[in-house]
């Protein structure tokens, strides 16, 4: 399973990216798909999540970030708004896949996109 994430690039405060996630490979089913980021000096830290039923974020994207999803490509999408200097970090998105039937979820990860934010 592959999980390819484009989409980040430099972006001057106050602007707009959208990242996207596409997986790939042998895959039964996903369950959830989410986006993390990390920033230099820091620990990565969780931002979205997307399942069939629910979508979750962290406190410091929501009202700015929307994840979406589509399930006919095993595609996730995370639409960023009123960047600022401060989500500044490489973006990693991740997904819960079960590659055969009767095998359990497993989690793999995307490489990372990078997302600048000028002041």
């Known amino acids: 399973v592959q999980l390819q994430a484009s989409g980040g690039g430099l972006v001057q405060a106050g602007g707009s990216l959208r990242l996207s996630c596409a997986a790939s490979?042998?895959?039964?089913?996903?369950?959830?798909m989410a986006w993390y980021r990390q920033a230099p000096g820091k620990q990565r830290e969780f931002l979205a999540s997307?399942?069939?039923?629910?979508?979750n974020y962290a406190d410091s994207v929501k009202g700015r970030f929307v994840i979406s999803r589509d399930y006919g490509k095993n595609t996730v999408h995370l639409q960023m708004s009123s960047l600022k200097p401060e989500d500044t970090a490489v973006y990693y998105c991740?997904?819960?896949?079960?590659?055969?039937?009767?095998?359990?979820?497993?989690?793999?990860w995307g490489q990372g996109t990078q997302v600048t934010v000028s002041s």
């Open positions: 997307i399942t069939v039923q629910v979508t």
């Open positions: 490979g042998r895959i039964y089913s996903i369950n959830g």
């Open positions: 991740n997904a819960e896949v079960r590659a055969r039937l009767g095998e359990t979820y497993k989690d793999y």
